[in-house]
């Protein structure tokens, strides 16, 4: 099959993820998440005593992400169950068509409803912080939206199940957003001294978290409230979302070629 017939079929199937996301309604379910942040942001402002602007922000861009992962997550997961039992892969795969080439397709049609909630979020962050501040933020957002997404593909293929699979990628995720934490806990000695096993489980911690994305350092609300984004903060989430997207759409790969259909 020649290189221009694949690249057709992958924008293809990238489009018909699109439209999925479309007719199941995330633009919607989207905006509802947007309008029912303004409502507790603006509520959370009237409430506070001081600084009622900087709340309002902060907490606006907390809920924005944590809502924007598992509208993610949960159309990732719910897309990839009914292309397993609508027996869609195995038509388009009847086409000669590789399975690298589906693959990416999904994965590009995923990317393009991820980029969308993304740029949705901060163009609504835009409204209340500095629009330096709400692009930093908003391009972050959209990184940590792609390995979550990625890794819900992984975590369907390798499991077979819904239910599994989400729960696989809320682990990843919470352990990702709070391993700096954890380490800071373990290395402190009221954790237990300078004894040998306090030092075990902290090398196995510095282990977990260098193999893990540092997805606390993604659209930090710290940003939209001090203002205190920088270039750099942009440049490292960018070269972390291309190494996890390269090893996650690898492994995803290998566990597709592998499977007997």
């Known amino acids: 099959m020649d290189r221009a017939r694949i690249l057709r079929a992958v924008r ?21 998440v947007l309008l029912s942040g303004f409502a507790l942001a603006q509520f959370t402002a009237h409430v506070a005593i001081t600084e009622s602007a900087e709340v309002a922000r902060g907490l606006l861009g907390a809920w924005l992400r944590v809502a924007a992962v598992v509208v993610v997550a949960l159309f990732v997961a ?11 892969m195995e038509l388009v795969l009847a086409l000669a068509l590789p399975r690298g080439a589906w693959l990416a397709g999904r994965l590009a049609g995923y990317a393009v409803v991820a980029a969308g909630c993304a740029a949705a979020c901060a163009l609504a962050v ?41 729960s696989a990628v809320l682990a990843f995720y919470l352990l990702s957003r709070i391993m700096d934490t ?4 373990g290395a402190s000695p009221l954790a237990g001294g300078e004894s ?49 997207l390269v090893l996650l759409s690898g492994a995803a790969l290998f566990d597709l070629q592998r499977k007997a259909l």
């Open 78 to 88: 719910g897309s990839m169950a009914r292309e397993w039992s609508d027996k869609g």
């Open 126 to 166: 835009a409204a209340l912080a500095p629009a330096f501040q709400a692009l930093v933020w908003g391009v972050t957002l959209g990184c940590e939206l792609l390995i979550v997404a990625t890794l819900t593909v992984l975590c369907m293929l390798t499991l077979s199940h819904v239910t599994l699979g989400l």
């Open 196 to 244: 040998s096993s306090q030092q075990a489980a902290a090398a196995a911690l510095d282990v977990i978290a260098f193999v893990m994305p540092d997805l606390h350092r993604f659209a930090r609300s710290e940003w939209l409230i001090h203002a205190d984004a920088a270039a750099a903060d942009l440049v490292h989430a960018l070269g972390q979302t291309g190494v996890y």
């Open 12 to 32: 293809a199937i990238a489009t018909v993820v699109a439209l999925e996301a479309v007719r199941g309604r995330v633009p919607w379910l989207v905006l509802a």
């Open 182 to 185: 954890i380490r800071l806990i």
